[in-house]
């Protein structure tokens, strides 16, 4: 495999991963700003979906825990799906209609991530025996896998995975990884030189 081409599998592999991991992180503190909207008046109306677990896993106690104690929690699996519904729907929904308006592409990727959402569900539910989610509000679609409720989350998440991206791709950046790297002690402290 040509140099080229393996860095830009390896560039990939690292968006991937760091998408994955932004996810995880993001589930975790979401389960407390949940519950912390969830009391104030105005931001209710945001967080009115009902999330929930498997009742057979008996994680759902969750909601019930003091706020104070900033607890959190998400499945391993999620790594994937945070990875795939960034790699595989927003970046190639951004490329293709980053000429267009921020509210049309937050509705993009609203629905995009609402309808991944619902399939990788049914997917892992089929794959594991467990719901590893569902909602169970008056919103919920897709066989309780996602929610009406919940896609004005699921547009700023667009949002914010683009702007991940966008940085990801700036092409200063990009140089640079593809750059050789110092092979001696001298060239590093050029580096480190030109950097400041």
Request: aromatic share 16%.
């Amino acid at each position: 495999m040509k140099r080229n081409a393996r860095l830009k599998l390896t560039f990939a592999v690292f968006r991937f991963c760091l998408y994955g991991m932004v996810g995880l992180s993001s589930e975790i503190f979401f389960y407390n700003l949940v519950r912390i909207a969830r009391h104030v008046p105005v931001l209710e109306m945001l967080f009115r979906f009902q999330w929930r677990v498997d009742d057979r896993l008996n994680l759902n106690g969750i909601w019930d825990t003091p706020v104070v104690t900033a607890y959190g929690q998400c499945s391993l699996w999620m790594f994937l799906i945070y990875g795939v519904a960034c790699f595989f729907f927003i970046e190639p929904l951004y490329r293709r209609t980053f000429r267009q308006s921020t509210l049309l592409r937050a509705v993009l990727y609203g629905f995009a991530i609402l309808s991944f959402e619902g399939l990788s569900g049914v997917f892992l539910e089929k794959l594991t025996g467990y719901q590893i989610w569902y909602y169970g509000d008056a919103g919920a679609i897709m066989w309780q896998m996602t929610s009406l409720y919940i896609l004005p989350i699921w547009m700023v998440t667009g949002l914010i995975a683009e702007v991940i991206y966008r940085e990801l791709m700036d092409p200063d950046l990009v140089a640079a990884l593809e750059s050789p790297l110092p092979a001696t002690p001298e060239e590093t402290e050029a580096s480190l030189q030109l950097m400041q």
